[in-house]
């Protein structure tokens, strides 16, 4: 069983629509949960942060954590065509972080 | 505000040939540092990470190898590159609990 597990994808949505990425971590021990956004070619960048049990909202990103499921995800909104990327989750835990293999999300206009 | 500078963007070297990836941070004290590789259409794989000068662990047995001369100073480093050495090469910093910023990348192709 891997580390850290995404969705596998890829994932479609029309413009508009709410996209879903889901994540499941194995380490109880983790302490901080991140989603990066990945355009093809580029590096990740950091899109959220979460660190306690519930949900964060900013702007059109919603990040959930449920540690008891041991599982994260992100909600992005009001899809737009630049929000087609790849995202990986992140799991902290021993100063290092640990990622999935990432969802490919293209949303269509 | 912190920088983080990676070099050069891309790479081609032939199979045999030494690799070295130099990577600096400015703006910030005693971070840790990490190399990462990517394979096309795959996660980042964690290769070493740093806790401070002259601290390296290593996550996957390989031919390659890192080093922390200064604080803020993070390189990869390769005796003989393999053609399974090509990807896409990622160094970041961070401050735990924090997340990693990434450079922008090498992305080397052995041939």
């Known amino acids: 069983q891997k580390e850290v597990e995404q969705n596998s994808g890829p994932l479609s949505v029309p413009e508009g629509a709410i996209a879903s990425l889901n994540c499941t971590y194995s380490d109880r021990g983790s302490q901080s949960f991140f989603w990066y956004r990945q355009y093809s070619g580029k590096s990740p960048e950091l899109i959220m942060f979460i660190y306690s049990n519930g949900d964060k909202e900013d702007g059109r990103f919603t990040a959930q954590l449920n540690k008891a499921s041991q599982y994260v995800s992100l909600l992005i909104r009001d899809s737009q065509p630049s929000d087609s990327a790849t995202y990986l989750c992140?799991?902290?835990?021993?100063?290092?972080?640990?990622f999935g293999d990432g969802t490919t999300l293209t949303v269509k206009p | 505000s912190q920088t983080i500078h990676q070099w050069p963007a891309t790479l081609v070297q032939p199979v045999g040939s030494p690799l070295s990836l130099e990577c600096t941070v400015e703006?910030?004290?005693?971070?840790?540092l990490y190399w990462y590789r990517q394979a096309a259409g795959r996660g980042l794989q964690l290769l070493f990470y740093s806790v401070g000068i002259g601290q390296i662990s290593s996550e996957v047995p390989q031919n390659l190898s890192a080093s922390r001369p200064q604080d803020r100073q993070f390189i990869l480093s390769s005796k003989k590159l393999l053609l399974s050495d090509s990807g896409f090469y990622l160094c970041?910093?961070?401050?735990?609990?924090?997340?990693?910023?990434f450079g922008s990348g090498t992305r080397l192709t052995v041939v």
């Open positions: 970041a910093w961070s401050i735990p609990p924090d997340a990693n910023t």
């Open positions: 703006g910030t004290s005693n971070p840790n």
């Open positions: 992140a799991v902290n835990g021993a100063g290092k972080s640990t």
